[in-house]
């Protein structure tokens, strides 16, 4: 299994900018895809970007196209979540995961991926 550790997260004012980073330790190689996934109080978890180990295709949210980008650096294990232009509706906490297969159909979903960090909050004040 891999271990996931979410870093980066804070308050910031709208219109800011915030960088997240999710390190994965342990069984490294097992993962294919790592995703972002957000959850807001009262609401149910969401998918916010999805990136490919190898290819490095991504995927995205419509609600956080054009304002977050997600990268990763494989020497180092870890995946990042560049936001921009941040709005009073992107707080919450910020969740990666990870996965050994998932399609790009289920590429969405929280229930396709295996391991979770404990997550991170984002605090988005107007």
């Known amino acids: 299994q891999v271990q996931l550790v979410e870093s980066g997260g804070g308050l910031v004012q709208a219109g800011g900018s915030l960088r997240l980073s999710c390190a994965a330790s342990g069984r490294t190689f097992g993962w294919n895809t790592m995703g972002w996934f957000r959850q807001a109080p009262g609401k149910e978890r969401e998918f916010v970007a999805a990136i490919r180990r190898s290819a490095g295709s991504t995927y995205y949210a419509d609600s956080v196209k054009g304002r977050f980008t997600i990268s990763r650096d494989n020497a180092k294990n870890t995946v990042y979540l560049q936001m921009s232009s941040l709005k009073p509706e992107d707080t919450a906490v910020y969740y990666c995961?990870?996965?050994?297969?998932?399609?790009?159909?289920?590429?969405?979903?929280?229930?396709?991926?295996?391991?979770w960090g404990q997550g991170t909050q984002v605090t988005v004040s107007s």
């Open positions: 995961a990870a996965s050994v297969i998932v399609s790009s159909l289920t590429i969405s979903r929280p229930n396709a991926y295996d391991s």
